[in-house]
């Protein structure tokens, strides 16, 4: 206790010296900001957590605060200037931290998503080269599952498709497309879900592998909420969900390791686990990047295809304008795509302000944080003003939320909640927009995502000229577990003539 109370007072003095103030508190209701967690609960039992959370920003009032959170009491900052600091300019005060890895590391393994230090670096370097060579993103792959994507989708007399949820249909494609990518062998979840069931033979029995990835994820949301009490929440059926998926990997690993080079040679398609198995024989550790890719690269890119045509069913104009662009660009709706490369995606400007539209109204990982490192500082959110810097003690966690980043209307103007994909043509990249975060941790496959999604929507747009909406109600709801996605996304399609 002496230890603490002297560790206290220096650390009172040296905040001092640097100019530091305190941030504003968070009026709590009950102890321990208990009041906090019930909100946070009941929000998600709403599908509302990310609007829940610019609530207590609003009420506060400021963009940095102090909120008590059973027995820990947690900076929540959503100033880009504070968020630029912790993932950039003082990168090495700040980390992932413990809690992150014990969370995911049961079903993930401690790799790039979950690792801090040299750890991190190692990994880094080692995925790195993956993503910069130019068929990162196979669009003949991805033409192969939107092929399959489209029977789901079948059209009467008129033109119209019945009512579809459009939701699981993403996930569906985007597990296909990226097991196929990463592993070698597709789990063909599409066609397991087409009605007359066009079963494939498939070497391994891959039916539950995209139910059983998808209960894990979820398992893994509900501990990273617990925060510290993570280890509360390890049911059976998460370690299930995780022996499904570590035997599907392994299964896919050792086929990769045991392929005869000589009909290796002859497979050009471009395959992750093959390229990994390049630079190391350790099968533990491939199996650890390829679940971390998974994780970083499916559910963010079938989530902000949902957004995407949530948005779109609600604002047939954009539909319009997209649809011109794209066909402009594309021309008209052919089985052959070979057009469509990943230049010529990225000069369909409106297609892009689309995207970029998207991912700021739902970025795919809304909420985030940080752990000091070290004793440290923040450079704005103390004393009335907010202008002063903040301490920061070693170990304190630093919550931010880049979905109320970018929907601040100080920042993006009062119209900061409507889906406006044309102010995008007047607006510069700065640290109030970070869909992919920022600094050396920044995503990795953000020309995969951007490529991937821009490519299944100018298929869609070029095939269907009409959406129309039949959610029963325009209310945002996320399907969230590490990332979002709305709960479901109900539409009808018009295929053009
Ligand atoms: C819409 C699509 C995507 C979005 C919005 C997105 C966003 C993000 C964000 C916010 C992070 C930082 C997470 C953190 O703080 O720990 C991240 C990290 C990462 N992302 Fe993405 N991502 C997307 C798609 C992908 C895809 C398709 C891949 C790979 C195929 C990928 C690979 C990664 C990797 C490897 C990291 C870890 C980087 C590191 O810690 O060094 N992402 N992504």
Redesign the pocket.
Known sequence: AINALRSSRHRARISQQLGCQAAPMHHHNLPLGADTVVRLIQAGNQHKIPQEVVKLYEETGHPTYMQRLLGSTIIVTHDPKNIQAMLATQFHDFE?GACRRNIFSPMLGIG??TADGKT?EHA?AA?RPQFTRDQVADLDLEEKHVQILFKHLPVDALGWTVPTDLAPIFFRLTIDSATEFLFGDSINSQHAALAQNESLPLAFNHTNVAESFDHGISCLGIRTRLSTLYWLYNPSSFREAIRVVHDFADYCIERAATTNPSSEEKESRYIFLKELLKTTDNKVEVRTQLL??LL??RD??AG?LGWTFWELARHPEVVHKLRAAVLDTFGPYTSDNKDITFARLKSCTYLQHVLNET?RLY???PL?GRQATKDTTLPRGGGPDGLSPVFVRRGQEVSYSVYVLHRRRDIWGPDADQFIPERWSARRYGWEYI???GGP?V????Q??LT??GYVICRVVQRFDGIANCNESDEELHNYSLTTSPMSVRVRLHQAA
């Open positions: 992932l790039i998503f991190w880094r995925l971390h890719i970083a690269g963010t890119t902000l991912l970025p795919s990982v985030n869909p992919f975060n941790r995503c990795l496959g953000q995969f995502a991937e999604a």
